[in-house]
């Protein structure tokens, strides 16, 4: 357990205002973009993704994420380019991107929301108050839920 400390929140608010856009958005729920989790789609989907056969017919595939360009996520398929479903990733960070002293704590995605939101102005906000300005609904109602379960 990190002790939070005035000092350590300093040092934190302090990486985290030095972190690119970017990496604040990719840091947040959405996470990073990598081309192989994306829906299928046709057109452009060689970019961010590069493979190099194996010797044992594996191929080495070497990933950018299409959002912050700073990390690259390694993974091997199985012979012929098969997708692995044990598949291991490691991941490799630019010098752009600015590592979390683990002795800081770790800060959450939703953390990341609020400071991207913040740095775009407050768009999360303003959404909200659009979507229920045009939502035909009283004040105070609680429709019904569209889908049954869960
Ligand atoms: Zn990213």
């Known amino acids: 357990m990190t002790a939070v400390t005035a000092d ?3 040092r934190l608010a302090s990486i985290i205002d030095s972190m690119d856009d970017e990496e604040v958005e990719c840091r947040g729920p959405a996470g990073h973009s990598f081309a192989l989790d994306r829906r299928r789609r046709k057109g452009s989907r060689l970019k961010g993704v590069e493979a190099v056969r194996q010797v044992d017919g ?8 299409l959002e912050c360009g ?3 996520r390694w993974s091997v398929t ?3 380019g098969a997708y692995d479903v044990d598949v291991i990733y490691r991941y490799r960070y630019s010098r752009r991107w600015k590592k979390v002293p683990q002795e800081l704590g770790r800060v959450g995605k939703r953390t990341f929301r609020v400071v991207a939101d913040a740095r775009a102005g407050g768009p999360y906000r303003a959404i909200v108050l ?3 300005r045009v939502t ?3 004040p105070g109602e609680v429709p019904q839920a569209r889908f049954r379960h869960g």
């Open 130 to 132: 659009e979507a229920a």
């Open 8 to 10: 350590n929140d300093a």
């Open 70 to 72: 700073m990390v690259e």
């Open 136 to 138: 035909d609904r009283a």
């Open 78 to 80: 199985l012979p012929g």
């Open 58 to 65: 594996c191929y080495l595939v070497i990933e950018t994420c």
